[in-house]
C-alpha cells in the first residue's frame, strides 16, 4: 500500500523566512500530488498539484513545490512567509492504480511569528 | 459558487447509538469522498461514489460504517453502534469526473463526531 511521510511536523518560522516541507511517498509508479493547506477554523483547500510535465509547479499565495522522481518526493517551498502562512499543511498522492482516493501525511503545521 | 456542505458541523452521541453524516456536494460533482481525520492524523479514505455507486468502499474499517448516494447528489455516511475510537473529524470530498483525467477533490468543513 502506498503511504505519504512528512517529517516535519511543526515548523515555526519568523516572517520573511524561507520554507521548505518535505514529503516523500512510497509508491512507484505513475502518481499525481497535490499539497493541501487548513488555515485555522477553515476546510482543507488547494495550494497546488501536479499531474504531469514540468517538475516545479506554482501554486497559490507564492508557494511552489518540485516533484523529484528519483527520490518519491514533492516539496513544498516559499521564499518568504508571511504570518498569513500558518496553517497544517498536507501532501497527498494519488497513484495511477485505478483507484481516486487520495493518501494524505500526517500533516506539518506552520506557526509564523510576527 | 457554493461549495461542499457538511451537516451537522458537530454531533455528540454515546457510545453504541448510531449517527447519520450528510454531505453535500458541489453542484454538478458525479465524484463523491468520505475521509476521516483522526487528531494529529492527515485525511484517511473511506469510500467513493461515482454517481449512486460505491466505485471503492475499501476504507471502511469495519460492517459498522456504510455510506448512501440514492440519487447521485446528496450522501450520508451511517455508524452503527458508535465506538468512542469513531471519534474523528468525518470530511467529504466532491469532484468533477471527466473521463481519462484525475480531478483534485474539493473538500467540506467537516463533521467533527465525538463519542462519548
Known amino acids: 500500500a502506498q503511504s505519504v511521510s512528512q517529517h516535519n511536523h511543526h515548523v515555526i518560522l519568523s516572517e520573511a523566512a524561507s520554507l521548505e516541507l518535505g514529503c516523500n511517498y512510497s509508491?512507484?509508479?505513475?502518481?499525481?500530488l497535490f499539497w493541501y493547506v487548513q488555515y485555522p477554523g477553515q476546510h482543507l483547500q488547494l495550494l497546488l498539484k501536479?499531474?504531469?510535465?514540468?517538475?516545479l509547479v506554482k501554486g497559490i499565495k507564492g508557494f511552489e513545490a518540485e516533484f523529484i522522481k528519483s527520490k518519491f518526493s514533492f516539496n513544498l517551498r516559499k521564499p518568504s512567509v508571511q504570518w498569513s502562512d500558518t496553517a497544517e499543511y498536507f501532501c497527498?498522492?494519488?497513484?495511477?492504480?485505478?483507484?481516486?482516493?487520495?493518501?494524505f501525511g500526517s500533516g506539518t503545521r506552520l506557526q509564523v511569528q510576527p | 459558487g457554493a461549495g461542499v456542505s457538511q451537516t451537522p458541523s458537530n454531533k455528540v452521541t454515546e457510545k453504541g447509538k448510531y449517527v447519520e453524516l450528510r454531505c453535500d456536494p458541489i453542484?454538478?460533482?458525479?465524484?463523491l469522498y468520505w475521509y476521516r481525520q483522526s487528531l494529529g492524523q492527515g485525511p484517511e479514505f473511506l469510500i467513493y461514489?461515482?454517481?449512486?455507486?460505491?466505485?471503492?468502499d475499501s476504507g471502511l474499517p469495519n460492517d459498522r460504517f456504510f455510506a448512501v448516494r440514492p440519487e447521485g447528489s446528496v450522501s450520508t455516511l451511517k455508524i452503527q453502534r458508535t465506538e468512542r475510537g469513531d471519534s474523528a473529524v468525518y470530511l467529504c470530498?466532491?469532484?468533477?469526473?471527466?473521463?481519462?483525467?484525475?480531478?483534485?477533490?474539493?473538500f467540506g468543513p467537516g463533521t467533527r463526531l465525538t463519542v462519548l
Open positions: 470530498a466532491s469532484s468533477p469526473t471527466r473521463a481519462g483525467v484525475y480531478n483534485e477533490q474539493f
Open positions: 509508491y512507484g509508479g505513475t502518481v499525481n
Open positions: 501536479y499531474f504531469s510535465g514540468d517538475p
Open positions: 497527498a498522492v494519488n497513484a495511477y492504480t485505478g483507484r481516486r482516493a487520495l493518501t
Open positions: 453542484s454538478g460533482h458525479t465524484a
Open positions: 461514489f461515482q454517481g449512486t455507486g460505491a466505485a471503492d
